[in-house]
């Protein structure tokens, strides 16, 4: 299957990414694994999930996702064929940050959960605006040196600190987002391709659309 270059990192993913915040929510341990069994089989090669998926459900305190792929990997021996994408940012039960100290925490619990020595791409879930751009690079610098993780990626991010944290990157020589993860389809076009596009087509950064479908009633 054709796989496409991610931005300028050095990951190459097939045309189609599996979701993974079902997992541990809508769809149960074993039924999940078939899923990413069939996905990968059919020649797909990676899986988005985040720390928080799925903590919004009663009684979960987030990582049901993370922990059902890390089995599931464990279990089939498919690591080498998967590309695994988390995330950090989201509420964990201190609020929404993208401080340094806590990236740091948040990579090792989400390494642990996934039962892997490193994540191929670790993105900004959402944004910390009261943090500097500078400390949240510089945090995703000390994983990318320490081989806990490959590239970096942003969702759920203003055009504005978008540049922002681009340009931190230049300015102290660290690795920068390869990739965004904007809300993308028919009905959510506007804001990507007269806000974000021009800065991924200046910058040439990968995308990664969320296509997102309202309930019809």
Same mark, same amino acid.
């Given at each position: 299957?054709?796989?496409?270059?991610?931005?300028?990192?050095?990951?190459?993913?097939?045309?189609?990414?599996?979701?993974?915040?079902?997992?541990?929510?809508?769809?149960?341990?074993?039924?999940s694994f078939g899923i990413l069994?069939?996905?990968?089989?059919?020649?797909?090669?990676?899986?988005?999930?985040?720390?928080?998926?799925?903590?919004?459900?009663?009684?979960?305190?987030?990582?049901?996702?993370?922990?059902?792929?890390?089995k599931w990997q464990r279990r089939?021996?498919? /690591?080498?064929?998967?590309?695994?994408?988390?995330?950090?940012?989201?509420?964990?039960?201190?609020?929404?940050?993208?401080?340094?100290?806590?990236?740091?925490?948040?990579?090792?619990?989400?390494?642990?959960?996934?039962?892997?020595?490193?994540?191929?791409?670790?993105?900004?879930?959402?944004?910390?605006?009261?943090?500097?751009?500078?400390?949240?690079?510089?945090?995703?610098?000390?994983?990318?040196?320490?081989?806990?993780?490959?590239?970096?990626?942003?969702?759920?991010?203003?055009?504005?600190?978008?540049?922002?944290?681009?340009?931190?990157?230049?300015?102290?020589?660290?690795?920068?987002?390869?990739?965004?993860?904007?809300?993308?389809?028919?009905?959510? /076009?506007?804001?990507?391709?007269?806000?974000?596009?021009?800065?991924?087509?200046?910058?040439?950064?990968?995308?990664?659309?969320?296509?997102?479908?309202?309930?019809?009633?």
């Amino acid at each position: 299957m054709e796989k496409r270059r991610l931005g300028q990192a050095d990951l190459y993913l097939a045309p189609i990414m599996l979701g993974g915040n079902v997992f541990g929510w809508m769809i149960d341990e074993k039924t999940s694994f078939g899923i990413l069994d069939a996905f990968i089989d059919g020649g797909f090669n990676a899986v988005d999930t985040s720390d928080s998926y799925a903590r919004w459900v009663p009684g979960n305190p987030g990582g049901e996702s993370e922990t059902i792929i890390g089995k599931w990997q464990r279990r089939s021996g498919k /690591r080498d064929k998967v590309l695994i994408a988390t995330k950090v940012g989201e509420d964990m039960g201190e609020g929404r940050s993208l401080k340094k100290d806590y990236i740091l925490r948040e990579c090792e619990s989400s390494l642990r959960r996934l039962q892997t020595d490193y994540i191929d791409l670790y993105q900004t879930h959402f944004d910390d605006e009261v943090t500097p751009p500078d400390e949240t690079m510089q945090a995703y610098a000390q994983l990318v040196a320490a081989g806990k993780v490959r590239a970096i990626g942003a969702s759920n991010m203003s055009p504005d600190r978008l540049k922002a944290s681009l340009a931190a990157s230049r300015k102290l020589g660290l690795p920068r987002y390869e990739s965004l993860q904007p809300l993308y389809n028919l009905s959510d /076009r506007k804001e990507f391709e007269t806000e974000f596009e021009p800065i991924c087509r200046q910058e040439r950064l990968g995308v990664i659309t969320i296509i997102r479908s309202q309930p019809v009633s």
